[in-house]
């Protein structure tokens, strides 16, 4: 099975991801878990918006490379779950789900959750507007998806709704 995980910066992404490993791992699956952000070119071949690498942009992301890693490890994995900003932009990398998660926040949310957040330092204001403009115009579930089921990334999770989504 293979699972893709889309929605904006801070929403939730990774933590579906990780409780999804664990669900099936329990279950003796043997379960990956991959991050688009591994597939990024490196900083000198990324985009950049006023001077800073723009890593919000479609072109900051190897998709190839990201594709060709999900279809290898669908073939030794048993649960394949591929997440990030842009993992249900492309259609081709699409084509390859059996199933999708779209989260959901407001941009109040993100706004809140990604000043919040200083791993890599207090991003200006006009980024974090830009990381937002991006997500609308990139972050949006694209063409060739199977069915997918949205969750809103700022009520708690409810599990058993998405355990009956993935039962079909």
């Given at each position: 099975m293979i699972i893709g995980i889309g929605g904006v910066s801070r929403g939730g992404k990774t933590r579906l991801a990780r409780r999804l490993a664990r669900h099936f791992r329990k279950q003796g699956l043997l379960t990956v878990i991959?991050?688009?952000?591994?597939?990024?070119?490196?900083?000198?071949?990324?985009?950049?918006?006023?001077?800073?690498?723009?890593?919000?942009?479609?072109?900051?992301i190897d998709f190839?490379?990201?594709?060709?890693?999900?279809?290898?490890?669908?073939?030794?994995?048993?649960?394949?779950?591929?997440?990030?900003?842009?993992?249900?932009?492309?259609?081709?990398?699409?084509?390859?789900?059996?199933?999708?998660?779209?989260?959901?926040?407001?941009?109040?949310?993100?706004?809140?959750r990604k000043a919040e957040d200083l791993r890599w330092g207090r991003e200006p204001d006009w980024y974090l507007e830009h990381i937002w403009e991006s997500f609308q115009r990139y972050g949006q579930p694209g063409p060739g998806l199977p069915g997918w089921m949205a969750l809103n990334g700022e009520k708690g999770l409810n599990w058993p709704e998405v355990l009956d989504f993935l039962k079909g």
């Open positions: 991959l991050h688009q952000d591994d597939f990024a070119f490196p900083e000198e071949a990324i985009p950049r918006i006023r001077g800073k690498v723009d890593w919000e942009h479609p072109g900051s190839e490379r990201f594709r060709q890693a999900i279809a290898d490890h669908s073939g030794t994995a048993d649960v394949v779950i591929a997440e990030g900003l842009m993992a249900l932009y492309d259609t081709s990398t699409n084509a390859l789900y059996d199933t999708c998660f779209f989260i959901e926040i407001s941009k109040a949310a993100f706004l809140k």
